[in-house]
């Protein structure tokens, strides 16, 4: 038996897989979030490790433990967690999603004004090493008493293990990394007022990191066990759906939507806000493209136009079809701004095209089309440099819809697939780390298999053409109102 443990936003979720890496049970256990001022957004690590602990011992309580070979982490990302020289957490960690740090972004950029090409990557305020310089800056009494900076995940390896580790695909989302040589960025550590000293160990993501501590392996009713350097938590999903050979592409339609993309070389979008990072396998990255509401826009159109629920609501469109998606309204799904390409907070959602005749249906279609139009867009960031996937594999809650599953392919002129079980969550990818170093399997296809294909969608050539032109009135729009997003 191997275990993953993911530290996400809400909760941590840990599960338990056997030999041939299936699940065998999984335990979570929720986590608050603290906004005491606006854009701010922190944590009590501590309450990370109850948490850990919490669905630990519920995972005990179903399961015999006492045969775990070994144990992986996944997490959010990007998180500043500091600890002063006797390992006291000195402030609540500030979270990927805490916006304090804009300036900050700026002022490294101006300060390393190569750090894009180190990086591969837009210093962006969820970053970490911004929020560092907020605090240099702001709290310079809790700057002054870091010894060590860790991630999320990397905090519970050291309640675990007593030892500072991180892995290569959650370390690139911190700004200090070298993204392309894979080690800590001295110029970028120092202008955050920081040096090596202040980092954790790098390591691959199925490398042995350290050991389990004895009282929390007697607690968890496990051996001194190892655990694995693990991956960030878009890595390690995308290992549990598969993803790991270069080519190989995931779009998860969650809350957000986010594409990824696998490939053997470092390759760099930054000017199109495209995500660069290591993958958590060793000689392997990947690119990510993100935009901010995928399928939380159908939760939002379906409260607009009076539907009961999702379902109930692509239910309606499937029954009127043509009309709807002959219609010309276009939607800008920028809900919450925008990441990738255009990295700009204030854009808006936009309904445009509506006349006299438009129905609700049309509106909701409209949505449909802007949501897969914006994916589009972060397609057209990453393939800018790398070539096409032959097919991408669809997860995540919005990926259930067949409707949706056809209208992306139609607009990406791609083959999509819907796999099974493939939205089985960072802890996957985390467990099936774990089982590397022991050497189960020869090939990592034998370790991170793609998921069993339920259903394929080939695109249509002609809905791909005349979607195509109507996306370059889409583009335009943006184009045309960008200047007045501020004032609205």
């Known amino acids: 038996?191997?275990?993953?443990?993911?530290?996400?936003?809400?909760?941590?979720?840990?599960?338990?897989?056997?030999?041939?890496?299936?699940?065998?049970?999984?335990?979570?256990?929720?986590?608050?979030?603290?906004?005491?001022?606006?854009?701010?957004?922190?944590?009590?690590?501590?309450?990370?490790?109850?948490?850990?602990?919490?669905?630990?011992?519920?995972?005990?309580?179903?399961?015999?433990?006492?045969?775990?070979?070994?144990?992986?982490?996944?997490?959010?990302?990007?998180?500043?967690?500091?600890?002063?020289?006797?390992?006291?957490?000195l402030r609540p960690a500030i979270l990927w999603n805490d916006g304090r740090c804009a300036k900050e972004c700026t002022e490294l950029e101006s300060a390393v004004p190569n750090s894009r090409e180190i990086?591969?990557?837009?210093?962006?305020?969820?970053?970490?090493?911004?929020?560092?310089?907020?605090?240099?800056?702001?709290?310079?009494?809790?700057?002054?008493?870091?010894?060590?900076?860790?991630?999320?995940?990397?905090?519970?390896?050291?309640?675990?293990?007593?030892?500072?580790?991180?892995?290569?695909?959650?370390?690139?989302?911190?700004?200090?990394?070298?993204?392309?040589?894979?080690?800590?960025?001295?110029?970028?550590?120092?202008?955050?007022?920081?040096?090596?000293?202040?980092?954790?160990?790098?390591?691959?993501?199925?490398?042995?990191?350290?050991?389990?501590?004895?009282?929390?392996?007697?607690?968890?009713?496990?051996?001194?066990?190892?655990?694995?350097?693990?991956?960030?938590?878009n890595a390690g999903g995308a290992l549990g759906a598969g993803i790991h050979e270069a080519g190989q592409a995931m779009l998860s339609l969650g809350t957000s939507g986010v594409y990824f993309y696998a490939d053997d070389k470092f390759v760099s979008n930054p000017e199109s806000a495209l995500h660069?990072?290591?993958?958590?396998?060793?000689?392997?990255?990947?690119?990510?493209?993100?935009?901010?509401?995928?399928?939380?826009?159908?939760?939002?159109?379906?409260?607009?136009?009076?539907?009961?629920?999702?379902?109930?609501?692509?239910?309606?469109?499937?029954?009127?079809?043509?009309?709807?998606?002959?219609?010309?309204?276009?939607?800008l799904p920028y809900l919450s701004g925008e990441r990738t390409p255009h990295n700009d907070p204030e854009a808006k959602g936009v309904f445009f095209g509506m006349d006299h005749s438009t129905s609700r249906q049309q509106l909701v279609h409209a949505v449909l089309e802007g949501v897969g139009f914006a994916l589009a867009d972060g397609l057209d960031a990453v393939h800018a440099k790398s070539p096409a996937p032959g097919e991408i594999m669809l997860i995540g809650g919005g990926a259930r819809s067949e409707y949706w599953r056809q209208l992306l392919a139609d607009i990406f002129g791609i083959p999509v697939t819907f796999g099974e079980g493939g939205d089985v969550g960072p802890a996957l990818g985390a467990a099936r780390l774990a089982m590397v170093p022991l050497a189960l399997h020869s090939a990592a296809s034998d370790y991170f298999p793609t998921p069993k294909t339920i259903a394929t969608h080939i695109p249509d050539d002609e809905k791909h053409k005349q979607l195509s032109e109507k996306r370059e009135v889409y583009k335009k729009l943006y184009v045309s109102l960008k200047p007045i997003f501020p004032l609205v």
């Open 1 to 89: 038996m191997f275990i993953g443990i993911d530290l996400g936003t809400s909760g941590v979720k840990v599960v338990l897989v056997n030999a041939e890496g299936s699940v065998v049970d999984t335990q979570s256990s929720p986590i608050s979030i603290s906004r005491p001022k606006p854009l701010w957004s922190e944590q009590d690590p501590n309450e990370w490790w109850l948490a850990t602990n919490t669905a630990m011992e519920a995972l005990q309580q179903n399961q015999d433990l006492s045969g775990v070979k070994a144990i992986g982490l996944s997490g959010q990302m990007h998180g500043a967690t500091l600890l002063d020289e006797n390992d006291r957490v």
């Open 119 to 233: 990086t591969g990557n837009i210093m962006m305020p969820g970053f970490t090493a911004p929020k560092l310089l907020w605090v240099k800056k702001h709290e310079p009494e809790v700057f002054g008493k870091v010894s060590k900076v860790l991630l999320p995940k990397d905090y519970l390896r050291f309640c675990m293990t007593g030892v500072y580790a991180s892995d290569m695909s959650d370390s690139a989302g911190t700004m200090w990394l070298n993204v392309a040589k894979r080690d800590w960025a001295d110029e970028l550590l120092t202008a955050t007022g920081l040096s090596r000293s202040h980092m954790p160990k790098l390591y691959e993501g199925p490398e042995v990191t350290g050991y389990l501590q004895k009282d929390v392996a007697a607690k968890w009713g496990m051996q001194e066990v190892p655990v694995v350097a693990g991956a960030g938590d």
């Open 276 to 331: 660069s990072f290591c993958h958590a396998l060793p000689d392997a990255w990947h690119s990510m493209s993100v935009i901010l509401s995928a399928a939380s826009c159908l939760d939002w159109v379906a409260n607009l136009t009076g539907f009961a629920s999702v379902p109930e609501m692509i239910k309606s469109l499937e029954e009127n079809d043509t009309p709807a998606s002959n219609s010309n309204v276009i939607f």
